[in-house]
Each structure stands twice: as C-alpha cells, then as structure tokens.
C-alpha cells in the first residue's frame, strides 16, 4: 500500500539500528563541518523505507525537512527518458526515427561535425549520419552542454549562438524564465551548431534529453509538465514533484548554496572550489524566481527543470525497480523497461577520448554502474548522473 512520508519502519526494512546511527552521526557530520549546508537522506529496502533523515538548513535559519522541495537538475533525466519511452510503447516512433523526421533542422544535409583545431580556428566536415531517437537517448548524437566554452570549440560555438545563459559556467539551458527563444528556435539553432563527432561514433554528456523532453511535446501534442504529470507523477503519487513549486510550498523549497568565493554555478559547493571558506546562500542570485514565480514562455527543461522531493523521488525508483508499476499502478512495461535499463554502448564508444563517463554502461536514458556484477552483494546504481547543486539519487542495493 501507500506508504506516507512518516511511515519510517527499520525493522520491515530489515535495517541494522547501529549502522543507521552512524549514517546519522555521517550525515550530521557533514553538515556541521559545512561541507554541505544540508544532508537528505532515505533508505527503503524490501518496499519499506526503513530511514529517512534530514539535516542542516534549507535557507538561513530555517531548517532541512523530510518534505523540503529542492531543485533536482540531472534527477529529471530519467524521469523524462522514460516518459519518451512511454510514447514509444505507444508505437509514436521508432528508436530507429531519424530525429528530423520531427525535428526538420536536424537534416544531416545541413549539419557539421567538428573535425580538429581550437576554440580560436576549427574545421567542420559535413554530417555523415543522421541522428536518431536512440542517439538521443544514448547521449551518443554528437551534442554537447557548454561546460567547456573555453576549450571546446563546439562549446564556443554554443556560446556564440546564445544558447547558454549569459554569464553562466554551467551548461544549462537558456535562463528559465526569460528564454531568448521558444524551444523550438532554440533545437533549430542547436541544430545548425556542429556536432562534437560523427553520430553514433562515440559517447558525450550533452543537449540530449532536453531534446527528449521536446519530442514529448511534440508527439504527445502537449506541454512536457502536463504529460509528466498525467502518466508519471498522478500514478506515482509524486505530489511535490514539477517544474514550478506553487506559493502554498514557498516556504519548502530549498535555497542553493555555494562556498564563500566560489563562483556561483557547476560545482561551486564543493570544498575543492574554495576550500574552508564555508557557505553562504545564494539563491537569489541564482534561478529561484523561475520556480517560484514562472512566467508563461518558461523554458521546461527536460535535462535538469524539476523540483521534488526525496519521498516522490524515492517512489519514482521504487517503481522503476519493481518493474514498472507501484501500488497497483503501472507506467511502463516490464519488457520495456528492461531494455531500457540493458546496455547499448560499445567498448569503443565508452573507452574512446571523448567519453567524459568510464567504466560505466549506459542503458536509454538511465545510467547504470558497470561494476554492479562483479561485486558479492551486486549493489546496482539505478541512476548515476552527475548533479549540479549537489543532490544524488538513491543508490538501491539490489
């Protein structure tokens, strides 16, 4: 049945009471040494969740919740892969669709592909290959994020086509609530920058399931928030989890943080970026208003726009490792799913130069930790994306 957020059971969980203190006493830790400014944990096994704890402050003053609502980055991306994957089962495409049968930019007559020098003076050589729904899916299409503007010519190239938010260092999307461009202007211009290698050839983090996000849109006939929460969050009973956070929940919602000195964006919480200086919050400037106060033309990313919970967020895997259904309620089939979450990378295209993740297998649209195999107690990373302000999904010990 419906477990409720207070529903804590170690026992059907079959927890050690001892190693939950000092995963307690860790968490504490963390947060007292201002490593993090706060620490969200749960823990389920056997479909109880057996701990969950929370600690450290959400905004100044004001301390961490087991409800707290924070800004999930990269954890949407899972979530949106398998609403694509939905539609498939629907049979609105084939993996094999080349992506400008919906997207006409994406014709590989017009597109290039990077082929050497620097960010100063590069060569293009034309498209060979078109991308397909499965490229996408397998961060394999040749697109890239911005991280890198200074040395990654097809990153440059990005920049100079605005489509990275002014001044940011992260690679996100346009500012989410004064986008430059609808979503359509802003794939078309994706579109018409070159790609980092020929699709298909190798693996590389990128605009990937942003674009799946938009073939929601576009085979479903509607917004990504209004198709997430008909065939995922409504089921699922993730009622904390969406793009925007409604004013009855502002006083939930997590402030973003970073260390004194830092500069604000990837990576700015940790220690190694300004060692011992503590923290300070900085939502203000960073995208706050956008999820509290969104405006109608919001950019709704579907590789990093969602705010949830640890609760909704933990239903979402327990459903994913139950096969596809919770509580009676099934979003995906069995079959599907355990394609989704089987290998699709070769040996070459995960050892290549360029691939930014190692010894990792990717499965469409889910991460999946090479490793799991070949250790005694097989413990399986369900999702192993990296994430922007610090927050990582569960890890379930199969």
Same mark, same amino acid.
């Given at each position: 049945?419906?477990?409720?957020?207070?529903?804590?059971?170690?026992?059907?969980?079959?927890?050690?009471?001892?190693?939950?203190?000092?995963?307690?006493?860790?968490?504490?830790?963390?947060?007292?040494?201002?490593?993090?400014?706060?620490?969200?944990?749960?823990?389920?096994?056997?479909?109880?969740?057996?701990?969950?704890?929370?600690?450290?402050?959400?905004?100044?003053?004001? /301390?961490?919740?087991?409800?707290? #609502?924070?800004?999930?980055?990269?954890?949407?991306? =899972? #979530? *949106?892969?398998?609403?694509?994957?939905?539609? +498939?089962?629907?049979? &609105? +495409?084939?993996?094999? %669709?080349?992506?400008?049968?919906?997207?006409?930019? +994406? %014709?590989?007559?017009?597109?290039? *592909?990077?082929? @050497?020098?620097?960010?100063?003076?590069?060569?293009?050589?034309?498209?060979?290959?078109?991308?397909?729904?499965?490229?996408?899916?397998?961060?394999?299409?040749?697109?890239?994020?911005?991280?890198? /503007?200074?040395?990654?010519?097809?990153?440059?190239?990005?920049?100079?086509?605005?489509?990275?938010? &002014?001044?940011?260092?992260?690679?996100?999307?346009?500012?989410?609530?004064? =986008?430059?461009?609808?979503?359509?202007?802003?794939?078309?211009?994706?579109?018409?920058?070159?790609?980092?290698?020929?699709?298909?050839?190798?693996?590389?983090?990128?605009?990937?399931?942003?674009?799946?996000?938009? !073939?929601?849109?576009?085979?479903?006939?509607?917004?990504?928030?209004?198709?997430?929460?008909?065939?995922?969050?409504? =089921?699922? &009973?993730?009622?904390?989890?969406?793009?925007?956070?409604?004013?009855?929940?502002?006083?939930?919602?997590?402030?973003?943080?970073?260390?004194?000195?830092?500069?604000?964006?990837?990576?700015?919480?940790?220690?190694?970026?300004? =060692?011992?200086?503590?923290?300070?919050?900085?939502?203000?400037?960073?995208?706050?208003?956008?999820?509290?106060?969104?405006?109608?033309?919001? +950019?709704?990313?579907?590789?990093?726009?969602?705010?949830?919970?640890?609760?909704?967020?933990?239903?979402?895997?327990?459903?994913?490792?139950?096969?596809?259904?919770?509580?009676?309620?099934? #979003?995906?089939?069995?079959?599907?799913?355990?394609?989704?979450?089987?290998?699709?990378?070769?040996?070459?295209?995960?050892?290549?130069?360029?691939?930014?993740?190692?010894?990792?297998? !990717?499965?469409?649209?889910?991460?999946?930790? @090479? $490793?799991?195999?070949?250790?005694?107690?097989?413990?399986? @990373? $369900?999702?192993?994306?990296?994430?922007?302000?610090?927050?990582?999904?569960?890890?379930?010990? @199969?």
């Amino acid at each position: 049945g419906m477990s409720s957020i207070t529903d804590v059971h170690p026992d059907l969980a079959g927890l050690d009471p001892k190693a939950l203190d000092r995963l307690t006493a860790w968490n504490k830790y963390l947060v007292e040494t201002e490593r993090l400014a706060s620490s969200a944990v749960l823990v389920a096994r056997h479909g109880h969740v057996g701990y969950h704890f929370a600690c450290g402050e959400q905004r100044p003053g004001v /301390p961490i919740a087991v409800d707290t #609502i924070y800004r999930i980055y990269s954890m949407t991306k =899972p #979530i *949106v892969s398998l609403a694509l994957m939905q539609l +498939f089962e629907e049979g &609105k +495409f084939q993996l094999t %669709d080349p992506i400008k049968l919906f997207i006409p930019a +994406f %014709d590989k007559r017009r597109m290039t *592909v990077f082929k @050497s020098g620097t960010v100063q003076n590069y060569e293009t050589e034309p498209c060979r290959r078109s991308i397909t729904i499965k490229h996408v899916l397998t961060h394999t299409s040749g697109l890239s994020y911005g991280f890198t /503007p200074a040395s990654n010519p097809v990153d440059a190239a990005y920049r100079k086509a605005g489509l990275l938010p &002014k001044g940011a260092t992260a690679g996100k999307v346009p500012d989410r609530d004064k =986008p430059d461009f609808s979503q359509g202007e802003f794939f078309d211009r994706l579109a018409a920058q070159p790609l980092l290698f020929q699709p298909g050839e190798h693996w590389f983090y990128g605009f990937n399931t942003d674009l799946c996000g938009y !073939l929601v849109e576009l085979l479903s006939g509607m917004p990504l928030q209004d198709f997430l929460s008909q065939r995922i969050f409504a =089921p699922l &009973k993730m009622v904390d989890t969406g793009f925007t956070v409604p004013p009855e929940k502002h006083h939930r919602f997590a402030s973003n943080w970073m260390r004194r000195g830092a500069t604000p964006g990837l990576g700015a919480v940790q220690p190694a970026s300004a =060692p011992r200086t503590g923290l300070k919050e900085i939502s203000e400037a960073t995208d706050e208003a956008s999820y509290l106060f969104p405006k109608k033309e919001m +950019f709704m990313s579907g590789g990093g726009g969602l705010a949830s919970t640890t609760h909704d967020y933990y239903r979402f895997c327990a459903c994913l490792l139950n096969g596809g259904t919770l509580d009676g309620e099934r #979003i995906i089939s069995t079959a599907t799913l355990k394609w989704m979450t089987s290998n699709h990378l070769t040996r070459r295209r995960l050892h290549s130069k360029r691939a930014t993740v190692k010894r990792s297998r !990717l499965a469409l649209g889910l991460a999946w930790d @090479s $490793l799991c195999g070949s250790t005694p107690w097989r413990v399986a @990373s $369900l999702v192993a994306w990296a994430i922007t302000a610090g927050a990582g999904p569960p890890t379930p010990t @199969s």
